[in-house]
């Protein structure tokens, strides 16, 4: 069966560089994108943008939103605190899955938490529509997750996506905040991503 109700989580870290910037999720707005239109519900909870301390907000979005699928950014930066939003979601009966750079460098190591069910390494874009949609891990290229008796799985690589224009553009209509930067602090913005070509000389 597949997830249907979907809380996608920044944590509340603000580090280095991003205390010029409200960080914008971009990751999970991609993902978000891929998966709003096979789900019921999908909500982004930005932790960094939320009054409050962060176990209270997301208590507070665990009951409201009762998600199946809870899905965690992570880079190391946010290692701590990712995992004890994993362990609240657990303890809510939700399955736990966390993606970007971090859990993408050490899988073993975050799976080895009891409250994190899998990981998706890489770019999640392809390999998260494929789990929501089969509401499982088994046979999902790019995802690493535990087997029954506990072991550690990794499924093979997915390949790069070659074509981005393929991808729908992020689901920024799901963007509950407005994200400022202390550097133009009299206008909104917001993150562009391009394409890098190569060139030989
Ligand atoms: C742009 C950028 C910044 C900008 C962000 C601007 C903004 N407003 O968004 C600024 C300059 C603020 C910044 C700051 C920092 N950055 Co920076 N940054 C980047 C950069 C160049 C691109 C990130 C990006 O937008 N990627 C595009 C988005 C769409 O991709 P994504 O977030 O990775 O999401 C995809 C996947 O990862 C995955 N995914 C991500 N999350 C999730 C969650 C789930 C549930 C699933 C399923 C999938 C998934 O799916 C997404 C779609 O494919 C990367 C390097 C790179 N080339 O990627 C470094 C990088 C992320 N930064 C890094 C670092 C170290 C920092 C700082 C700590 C620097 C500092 N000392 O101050 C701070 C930390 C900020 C913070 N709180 O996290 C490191 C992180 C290393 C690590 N292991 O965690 C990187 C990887 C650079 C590097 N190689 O060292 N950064």
Do not use: C, W
């Amino acid at each position: 069966m597949s997830f249907k109700r979907i809380l996608l989580v920044k944590p509340s870290g603000r580090h280095g560089l991003s205390y010029a910037f409200d960080l914008i999720p971009t990751g999970l707005e991609y993902i978000a994108a891929m998966v709003e239109d096979i789900v019921d519900e999908v909500t982004i909870l930005d932790l960094a943008m939320e009054d409050g301390p962060y176990q209270k907000v997301i208590k507070h979005y665990l009951a409201a939103l009762n998600p199946d699928l809870v899905g965690i950014t992570m880079s190391a930066t946010d290692h701590s605190e990712g995992l004890e939003i994993a362990r609240l979601a657990k303890d809510k009966g939700a399955m736990t899955v966390l993606g970007g750079y971090h859990p993408t460098a050490i899988p073993n190591e975050l799976l080895s938490h009891p409250q994190v069910d899998m990981i998706v390494r890489g770019e999640g874009d392809l390999t998260f529509k494929e789990l929501v949609f089969n509401g499982g891990p088994k046979d999902v290229r790019g995802i690493s997750y535990k087997g029954a008796n506990e072991e550690t799985i990794h499924n093979p690589d997915r390949d790069f996506i070659e074509d981005l224009d393929s991808l729908p553009f992020p689901a920024r209509h799901l963007r509950k905040y407005i994200y400022g930067t202390k550097l133009l602090p009299d206008r909104d913005y917001d993150t562009l991503i391009d394409k890098y070509e190569h060139q030989s000389s």
